[in-house]
């Protein structure tokens, strides 16, 4: 069912501005981030934020259906990706002894040195392309913003916490 156009509220030129900025820079950030660890520890982002995600948990361990949605990402893109991480032996999966239908991802010994060789990288790049062009200020505001969209986000897509902002 199409959208009556008289009803839609189209941008005006500041929200189109503040839209489009959006979308080309968080594109392009990542797409610097990527190619910096890729260069540099032959590590996708992608990739390097499963490990940041796993080295937060204790015993550097959860859940893969808590992973995808601390990631942002599906149950079958993130399992994909888990097999080849697994076969790379930077993470292993277990049954989830508690559930035995979930299952575990858990980052390794090799999974744990590639983390701490390229976060130096990573948060240099953070800083040099994001943190450091802000004033504190920004900083704050961008965070609340942000945190305000993540909580609305999670809401609608019926999350019952939200995931934690790493």
């Known amino acids: ?29 990542r797409q610097r981030l990527h190619r910096e660890l890729a260069e540099r520890h032959d590590v996708t982002l ?9 080295s937060l948990q204790p ?11 601390m990631l942002g990402s599906t149950k079958s893109r993130l399992s994909h990706q888990m097999v ?42 953070v800083r040099e392309h994001l943190i450091d062009l802000l004033s504190p200020e920004e900083q704050q505001v961008l965070g609340q913003a942000f945190g305000r969209v993540l909580e609305h986000l999670s809401e609608i897509d019926g999350l019952s916490r939200l995931p934690s902002v790493t």
């Open 46 to 54: 992608a990739d390097y934020e499963v490990l940041v995600c796993l």
């Open 1 to 29: 069912m199409a959208v009556e156009q008289k009803n839609v509220r189209w941008l005006n030129e500041s929200e189109m501005v503040a839209w489009r900025s959006y979308i080309v820079a968080t594109m392009r950030l």
């Open 84 to 125: 080849r991480l697994e076969a790379e032996g930077i993470i292993g999966r277990t049954r989830d002894p508690a559930d035995k239908r979930g299952v575990v991802a858990e980052l390794t010994e090799r999974g744990r040195e590639l983390l701490e060789d390229a976060a130096p990288t990573h948060v240099e790049g």
């Open 59 to 69: 015993d550097d361990r959860m859940r893969m259906s808590e992973l995808a949605s």
